[in-house]
């Protein structure tokens, strides 16, 4: 293992907006909004503020998902959210979000708007009121359930550990990139455990528990996160491939993972979605350029 650095942390830690890499510009040790704007207001009764992320693709797929069946009272607008600009810093955002994430949701389906925060909340809230998609009872709603409180809190070993270390640090540290390393396999080993013996996550069925991990570890086993498909061997994990072609393949994901999306080939964005019809004439090829 290469040396470690000689940097012996200060008695008193301080802000030093210098550090941090690719991500020094929007993250800072503080809450609250840093400008008044208000946000965007759409004609349907869901608003959605996010931008293409894993995080934002779960509910951009969740909307396309109900959509897809049936529930027409699942229309919603999705605003883009350029959190490299600072637009979650907003006073609009930081009212719906006060932890100033993307997404944000505004349920106006009723008398009173609803903000709904956390992207696993957003999934639960929409299950519920939808009735779709999370067991109703039992055995298969507590396994749906313990699956995606799992990906809400291991994809921050993934993304804010491995990803950043590996992929966005300003300096390759050996010891980080080895630490979070081992935990993202060990998470790949785990879902293909559970994959090896059921169809979906959940069980025998599609369900929120899915729609969750799949952004995630579905986008790392097919090679799409951090550019690290070879360096975890993400090929072994067999049964992982395996789902994540089958989540991969539906038309609803193909959808919903090309929404509020700013990177890769331009014909895998759609920057907004206001409408079903968003998805015009290149759709086929927004979304072959997604895949």
């Known amino acids: 293992m290469s040396s470690p650095t000689d940097y012996v942390p200060p008695k008193v830690w301080t802000w030093n907006k210098a550090n941090g890499g690719r991500f020094a510009s929007i993250n800072r040790p503080i809450a609250g909004p840093t400008h008044d704007k208000e946000l965007p207001v759409g004609r349907h009764p869901f608003q959605l503020y996010s931008l293409g992320t894993p995080n934002g693709q779960k509910v951009t797929i969740m909307f396309e998902e109900l959509l897809a069946a049936g529930h027409a009272g699942a229309e919603y607008d ?64 507590a396994e749906c359930l313990s699956w995606l409180f799992w990906q809400m809190g291991s994809a921050p070993y993934l993304g804010g550990g491995f990803g950043h270390f590996y ?18 396999k060990r998470q790949l080993d785990v879902l293909d455990r559970r994959l090896a013996e059921s169809q979906y996550l959940a069980g025998p069925d599609y369900t929120i528990a899915d729609i969750a991990v799949w952004p995630w570890y579905g986008g790392l086993a097919k090679g799409l996160l951090y ?62 350029a997604a895949s």
């Not at 979000?97 to 709904?116: E, H, M, Q």
């Not at 300003?170 to 935990?183: H, L």
């Not at 991969?248 to 994901?253: E, I």
């Open 78 to 141: 999705a605003w883009l959210i350029r959190i490299g600009e600072g637009e979650q810093f907003g006073s609009g955002f930081v009212a719906v979000n006060p932890n100033s994430k993307i997404p944000a949701l505004v349920d106006r389906s009723g008398p009173t708007p609803i903000r709904v925060f956390e992207s696993g909340a957003m999934l639960l809230h929409l299950a519920e009121k939808f009735g779709a998609l999370l067991p109703k009872e039992g055995a298969g709603r």
């Open 167 to 184: 992929a966005y640090a300003p300096a390759k540290i050996e010891y980080a990139i080895d630490r979070f390393a081992m935990e993202t």
């Open 227 to 288: 550019g690290s498909g070879e360096f975890l061997s993400v090929q072994d994990y067999k049964n992982v491939q395996r789902w994540a072609d089958l989540i991969g393949a539906r038309p609803a994901v193909r959808r919903g993972r090309i929404v509020n999306r700013m990177q890769g080939d331009p014909k895998s964005q759609l920057r907004e979605r206001h409408d079903a019809s968003d998805f015009d004439l290149r759709t086929e090829d927004k979304l072959a």
